[in-house]
């Protein structure tokens, strides 16, 4: 639930103005996330226009194609082998240049868009990892709004088929507020995806209130530490969290992939304490598909001649 709360007197002396008021609260505390409450604040007007015409321009961009997708690789910190990668959602807008998805994902699930370029993006990555070397995975981001569509099933098998890659190298992420409702539509969603063989891997893990009962109520294939927790190994208590969700994988055998990897000393202690996988600038920058397949290439080229 949301709310958008204007006052009287200060915020309008009619109940007309109070009710447009209250509506353009409302439209802000919708724009920030689930669960919000704003009150109405002088400038409030323009944060809403700005965020209405971001929504207009979302709805032409997928037709006139201005998205296209990154891939950043995963890394098995055992072997260094690359093992998959991560699709990364960009859009190139001819009137804002590129807009950081931060800015548009949410808008696009306000709204709804979310579903046709969800399902986008998951053909599209899988036609892309259709052309990697065998058995490497593609792993594409998944929002509730998806997921409570009634046919992201459906859209998930579709692409698996069009591109033919297997559903075992798929990994589709999604974050704790996906399971924060408890929707039995989308618990039932994803355990059909699993039975399919489809891995699913909850991100950003350890940002939320209840990560473990998360893993309890439905199990994942591989839990992703958030990338503040390795920026922070230096402080006694981050490397703590990170040594204790490492040993919680190894005892539940989850994979367990560190995000936002910089510097060989984080990838030093992440190895030391068993950490599966690492990803993040040290592993290899966001790439086009074209960039990333050749990475792929000539890193199975060499692992084979090695």
């Known amino acids: 639930i ?35 409450y704003r009150f109405f604040e002088p400038g409030m007007d323009a944060m809403v226009q700005a ?38 959602m960009r859009w190139h807008s001819p009137t804002r240049g590129t807009v950081a998805p931060d800015s548009f994902i949410p808008a696009a699930e306000e709204t709804g868009l979310i579903v046709p370029l969800g399902e986008w993006a998951l053909r599209k990555a899988c036609t892309a990892a259709a052309d990697w070397p065998a058995g490497l995975r593609v792993a594409v981001n998944v929002s509730a709004v ?18 033919g890659v297997p559903a075992d ?27 399919l063989g489809i891995r699913i891997a909850l991100d950003d893990f350890g940002i939320g209130y209840s990560s473990l009962g998360y893993l309890r109520r439905f199990p994942v294939d591989k839990i ?18 990170v040594r204790t969700v490492i040993g919680l994988g190894a005892e539940l ?38 960039e990333i397949q050749r990475l792929l290439k000539s890193r199975a080229l060499h692992s084979q001649t090695g």
């Open 146 to 163: 998806q997921l409570k569509s009634g046919s992201f099933a459906r859209s998930v098998i579709s692409a698996l088929a069009f591109s």
């Open 169 to 195: 190298r798929l990994e589709l992420e999604i974050t704790e507020t996906v399971l924060m409702d408890e929707s039995e539509a989308v618990l039932r969603t994803l355990r059909q995806l699993r039975e």
């Open 2 to 36: 949301s709310l958008g709360i204007a006052v009287f007197p200060d915020d309008g002396g009619d109940a007309d103005t109070l009710l447009r008021n209250a509506d353009t609260a409302l439209y802000r505390a919708k724009s920030e996330g689930r669960n919000q």
């Open 51 to 88: 965020r209405r015409a971001l929504e207009i321009d979302l709805e032409t961009a997928l037709p006139r194609q201005e998205f296209d997708l990154d891939f950043q690789p995963i890394m098995n910190i055992a072997s260094g082998e690359i093992v998959g990668a991560e699709a990364l």
């Open 224 to 241: 992703k530490i958030d990338r503040s927790f390795i920026h922070d190994l230096g402080n006694r208590d981050a490397a703590a969290i």
């Open 253 to 290: 055998g989850i994979t367990v992939t560190a995000e936002g990897v910089e510097t060989e000393v984080q990838l030093d202690i992440l190895r030391g304490n068993g950490c599966t996988e690492a990803q993040g600038y040290l592993i290899g920058v966001p790439s086009t598909a074209a």
